[in-house]
Structure formats: C-alpha cells, structure tokens
C-alpha cells in the first residue's frame, strides 16, 4: 500500500501561483510514476501532469504546459506540482496518484493506470 497526502492548495487570484506537494508513504518511493489530476465541479477527473520513476520524464496537460511544472524528491517522497499563471478555471481539487512502474522511461496519463490515490487538496482561483 501506498499513502497520498497533499498539501498546498488555496486561494489564489488570478495570475498567481502555487505548488502542491505529495508526501508518499508506505513502500519505496522511487518504484512508482506519479501523476496530479483535477476534478472541477460538475467536470469528470482529468490529467494535469505526470512524471517517471526518477523524474527523467514528466509530460503536461496541453492546458498546463508553459504553466505547470512536475518535479518529484525521492529523498523526500514526494512529488510536487508547481502552478503559475493561474487561471480561474484552474479551480479545482487537485489529486495525487501512483502507481508501480517497472521501467524509468513509463509515465501515465490516464486514471485507470493508478492504483493509489490522496484525498486530494482544493485550489481555488478568484477572478
């Protein structure tokens, strides 16, 4: 079992920017890919970012790139997801996903290749 915490979330106006932050837990840290989705009100859950086993690879959201940056610590079991230029349709809770990865050069972008998931934490960006 893997444990999802994340933290970071907030108000924000428009323009501004944030980085939310994964802690894992309970297994070796750098034998997982993780990813952020986004579930707004009354949208289904979508891809924000992900990155490899090490960080070598990361891949964006066409709706993030230029504004978003996954970076991950496996000294410190943890993914980040720095945010700029934040857009009120930026709102949203933000999730933390992994899932098991046998090979450094995989990342996934799709919510049905994560097996473990955070409760997730609420950004909210005012006009």
């Known amino acids: 079992q893997v444990q999802l915490v994340e933290s970071g979330g907030g108000l924000v106006q428009a323009g501004g920017s944030l980085r939310l932050s994964c802690a894992a837990s309970?297994?070796?840290?750098?034998?997982?890919?993780m990813g952020w989705f986004r579930q707004a009100p009354g949208k289904e859950r979508e891809f924000v970012a992900a990155?490899?086993?090490?960080?070598?690879?990361?891949y964006l959201a066409d709706s993030m790139k230029g504004r978003a940056t996954i970076s991950r610590d496996n000294a410190k079991n943890t993914v980040y997801l720095q945010m700029s230029i934040l857009k009120p349709e930026d709102t949203a809770v933000y999730y933390c996903?992994?899932?098991?990865?046998?090979?450094?050069?995989?990342?996934?972008?799709?919510?049905?290749?994560?097996?473990?998931w955070g409760q997730g934490t609420q950004v909210t960006v005012s006009s």
């Open positions: 996903a992994a899932t098991g990865s046998n090979y450094d050069t995989l990342i996934y972008s799709r919510e049905s290749n994560y097996n473990y």
């Open positions: 990155v490899s086993r090490s960080g070598a690879r990361t």
């Open positions: 309970g297994r070796t840290f750098s034998n997982y890919a």
